[in-house]
């Protein structure tokens, strides 16, 4: 792994060697429980300066709790924080402020209809007065000290996300923080941004600064830190080099050696078409047409994948197909059935399942898992006297063994973690079988064992005759499980590839448009 | 002319408990707390302001004593939302059938079945001579001009262009980046709320002080909820909110005039009445739409 910066460059070797009096901030024996779960389960843990220190786990392992509790937004239940050696208390952000920490939450706190420069401002005001003009010159000020680029008039709200992350380090850092903490913060960064965050962090870090990176990607992990922490449902696994290669760490992080999950040998060519879509046009959001004359077709026990840039027709392809837009014209025929412009529910009783980009939007986070289960058919657990309370336990009961959701019925969904929410959703939907399975962003956002987990149920449907159609971003996901790919271009089919020959190259080129004309 | 002049002058006058009123109730859902105790909290301080300027024979003590009453509505009801984090709406209604009561009960304590007891209140503003014939829009009491003159631009730079304004803003729309930031998110509520109270019990002080010299039951009649009703009109902007008072008061106005023209006297009373609480109506219809509502409103905020 190459690095930019020659002063960060070879540290994992000093690791050993430094002494103590490099450590910044030393957290012992943290232990935090809610209810009987034990989010951390007494975690040692220190950051030195100078040094990237990765804390790294699956989603659910207890690393934002244990930053929170750094920051006093959470009180341990025990153990200890040390800072430059002495022990304090920190019971409430004030004080890790005053201590000289900054954190950048997964879910920004920012004040979305604010300037950059009132954001800036909160909380580190002198007087009465509000002088925003000196904060606009203290943030230009900043701005240009840590060479992080940012626009002190510009509404938060309307920044893009890289640039909101920009404001909230910049935030921490004219703070004059010296113990930096960004959780998972590249899970929303498109590569390019990660490379620039990326540079800045080994400039700030040759200054002196220590900064602790979470997340659960070990190639970024790997390109960035000093050393490597590993927590596993709340216990600290070990703290081992930022050279460590990647096997080793997933080993730790998963607790068994993973593998990759990719679809075995084409299942028959000849096998029946399930899902057939011909001349289909919609309008998308403001009422622009958003798909042109698309034809396609899946067959039974095939995967076929659907590559393209973001908004180039995705979204709405799949809304079509799963009855929530309603097409402008062509017809969508599943199993012989034509569909075109059908209700979700006939499209349901037809035999289509649904497995939407926003599962957040497709579950209702206020009701129980056993409840959300059961939301797409009602009907059949309904009695005379109303809802049959027992069968939507049993029949939940069951899901959640079959599909290894880390919950139990009565669990609110807003309480689940990534990927058991999606596994309830899984659950939802393929439990009734489904003939035609239409799924976008599967594993977005999941961590190594919950995206295998998905990956793997997607294959065994593949495998038990359905008709998978997949959209996705990430490419590896998609040359692993589809059989064939289709790649969309401005609401149009721009090429159809067999898996075997695709690669993101080739890919690359026809989702930027450039491969129209071939 | 005279009507014209007239008309703007009730309009002013009869804006003036809106104004405190509507002001209170920006700061409060600001900082992401619903009031719904303003009707009580009014109510209130109409009668409190009264009693107080009746037994001590002083306007200002009875002043005095309807903003100690707000103050005290408004961490009463920060105890409730903030420190006990019960709902807002159960909170603020129980908040107005309280003090409407108690405010009740003590009337009848003290001014037990008599007559009506009353107060000599504040005097017009004699306007200058110079003014001519539209004198008579400046003959205001003291109360309107500290609203508009002193009280909206004050609330106004207040809430833009000071550190407390931009906490309470910042508290409203995203608490657990005003925690993060280090700015204690129950301290600003019950500051905002209590400054709040405080101007709404002023409001209800308007009545009894300056246009009635005197308490009757049902005073507020509903004014509290119209001034709900103007913060949202008004999309959580003093500016917007006040032009939204005088909207109403001049439709209130006209009405009050409208009865006792020739040729109205059949259109049932209670129909113009009704008048300017169906113009606020339409006006929220119209303008209430894809408003955006503070970031917070309605959720109490709690450190896990
Ligand atoms: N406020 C809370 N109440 C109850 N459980 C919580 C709370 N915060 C986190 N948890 C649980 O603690 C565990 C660790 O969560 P978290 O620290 O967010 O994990 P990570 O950041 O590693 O994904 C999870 O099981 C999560 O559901
Ligand atoms: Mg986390």
Redesign the pocket.
Known sequence: MSRANPGVAGSTGRAGSTGRADIAVELQGIT?R??D?V??DHVDFDVRRGEVHA?L????????????ILYGL?APDEGEIRIDGRPVTVRSPKDAIAAGIGIVT?HFSLVRPMTVAENLALGRTGGFRLDLERTRRQVAGASERFGIRVDPAAIVGELSIGEQQRVEILKALARDCRVLIL??PTAVLVPQEVEALFMTLRRLVADGLAVVF?S?KLGEVRAISDRVSV?RR?AMVGTVPGSTDERELARMMVGRPTFGVARSEPTGGEAEVLLRVSGLRAAGRHGLPALHDVTFEIRRGEILGVAGVSGNGQTELVEVLSGMRHPAAGSITVDGTELAGATPTAMMAAGVGRIPEDRHASLVADLSVADNLVLERLDDFTTRTGLDERRIREHATMLIERFDI?ARPEDRVT???GGNIQKVLLARVLSRQPKVIVVAQPTRGL?IGATEYVRGELLARRAAGAAVLLVSEDLDELLALADRLIVLYEGRIVGEIPAADADPERLGILMSGRGRAA | MTFLVDLLAATLRNATPLVYGTVGETYAERSGVLNLGIEGTMYAGAFFGFAAAYASGSLLVGLGAALAVGLLAGALMGLLTVTLGANQHVSGIGLTIGLVGLSEFVNRLLFRGGELQRIEPFPLVEPPAFLGPLAPIFSQYALTYLAFLVLVPLAWWILRGTSFGLELRAVGENPEAADAAGISVARTRYLALMFGGALMGLGGAVFTLASLGSFTLDIIAGRGWVCIALVIFGRWRIGRGVIGALLFSAVYSLQLRLRILPGWGDVPFELLLALPYLVVILALAISGRNVAYPGAYLKPYRR?
């Open positions: 935090k809610f209810g779960l989010a951390n804390l786990g699956e989603n659910g392992a207890g690393k934002t709790t244990l930053m929170r959470t997964q959780d998972e979470i659960h927590l709340g880390r309480t689940l973690s961590d | 896990t």
